[in-house]
């Protein structure tokens, strides 16, 4: 291994170990080609090991590979991990850019105190994620709506069968490259109602980004399917009326009016960057975004009755995506999804901040190489 002469994470420099087995050139051309989204990953990926009394400790870009992983490593049995999920954009000039990385950096942090695991510093959540695309640079598509999805990601690696925080934690960077999330162009996404389970509860950790709560959610997510829906909407614990969220996506509802109300954070709603940056540039564009209570009843009602005439989903795959139906047992009501002018005017103007299109006034661009 050598060491990056300009990355450090903490106090020591990034090492560095060339994938001697790299994909070819030819066939990463191909690849890059139709990407899709999840299933291909670049030559190499950031390590760092966490233990108690130490800290972190022999930070490195190596070989893309698997993990040696005891039976009785502590994440297995007990579930203390977390990840964030962000993109690099080739922007026309050639340079790589993330988008709000500070924010997943922190968003992270949140996690990591909730799920009871060290708290990475932002200036190296951010030096691993330059270090790794820095590497894989070639592995960044151009055009269209392609991008590198980016995964960071934290678990419990001690190897120990008892309930407490492990001692010893592993902090990972992997990148995917990755295609527009509808191949076909924008479609309206049909949602089913989750009327028997719930995503998190008060005091749980819905607001962390952990994997248990997509676990829990992929029952519902199994229902939606069986019901030809595209994804679920979760209601609050306690008394199952207020919108929460959808498996991976946050929730906005257009009146006709112009208004646009998305369901508050309450603790149990995950917040999402892409929600965050949603509500600034609809107010820039002349929509008020009221974050509050939302019922289901209100949704339901809202678009029978043609006051609510959009809604749409937001997360960092799709960016945003409007939706068509909401489904239940015995009921639906539909959307004119196909439409959705306001959705698409916040969807746009938001990829052309990501691509470089517009300037970037509020400075959520963040150069990688």
């Known amino acids: 291994m050598t060491s990056s002469p300009h990355l450090a994470f903490g106090r020591n420099q990034i090492a560095f170990e060339r994938n001697d087995s790299a994909v070819d050139p030819a066939r990463r051309d191909e690849i890059l080609a139709n990407p899709g989204f999840g299933t291909h990953f670049t030559d190499h990926m950031f390590t760092s090991t966490w233990a108690a009394g130490t800290g972190w400790h022999d930070a490195a870009v190596k070989p893309y590979g698997p993990f040696s992983v005891d039976p009785a490593t502590s994440v297995l049995h007990y579930a203390q991990e977390i990840f964030e999920g962000l993109k690099a954009y080739r922007h026309q000039d050639g340079s790589v850019w993330t988008f709000r990385p500070h924010s997943n950096a922190e968003r ?10 060290p708290e990475l510093p932002t200036l190296d959540f951010l030096a691993a994620i330059e270090a790794l695309v820095s590497t894989d640079v070639e592995w960044v598509p151009g055009g269209g709506e392609t991008s590198l999805y980016v995964r960071p990601f934290m678990f419990a690696s001690e190897v120990f ?124 564009l002349g929509h008020k975004v009221d974050e509050r209570r939302f019922t289901v009843q209100e949704w339901r009602e809202g678009v029978a009755g043609k006051d609510i005439a959009e809604v749409f989903a937001c997360g960092t795959a799709a960016v945003l995506t409007p939706v068509g ?17 306001v959705t698409m005017q916040i969807r746009d103007r938001l990829l052309d901040i990501q691509y470089g299109r517009v300037p970037d006034s509020r400075r959520w661009m963040h150069r990688l190489v």
């Open 108 to 117: 992270f942090q949140r996690s990591a105190a909730r799920m009871a695991l």
């Open 161 to 284: 069968l008892g309930v407490r925080p492990a001692k010893e934690i592993t902090f990972c960077v992997i990148a995917s490259p990755a295609g527009p999330y509808f191949s076909s162009g924008v479609k309206p996404v049909d949602i089913w109602l989750s009327e028997d389970f719930t995503r998190a509860a008060p005091g749980g950790t819905g607001a962390a980004k952990c994997g248990g709560n997509y676990a829990a959610s992929l029952v519902a997510q199994q229902e939606a399917i069986a019901n030809e829906c595209d994804q679920v909407a979760f209601l609050d614990a306690v008394d199952h009326s207020a919108v929460e969220e959808l498996g991976g996506m946050n929730l906005f509802f257009v009146y006709t009016d112009g208004a646009i109300v998305t369901p508050e954070l309450t603790g149990s709603i995950l917040e999402g960057v892409t929600r965050s940056a949603v509500i600034d540039l609809a107010d820039e």
């Open 325 to 341: 139906s909401l489904k239940w047992r015995g009921g639906e009501v539909s959307s004119d999804g196909a439409e959705a002018p």
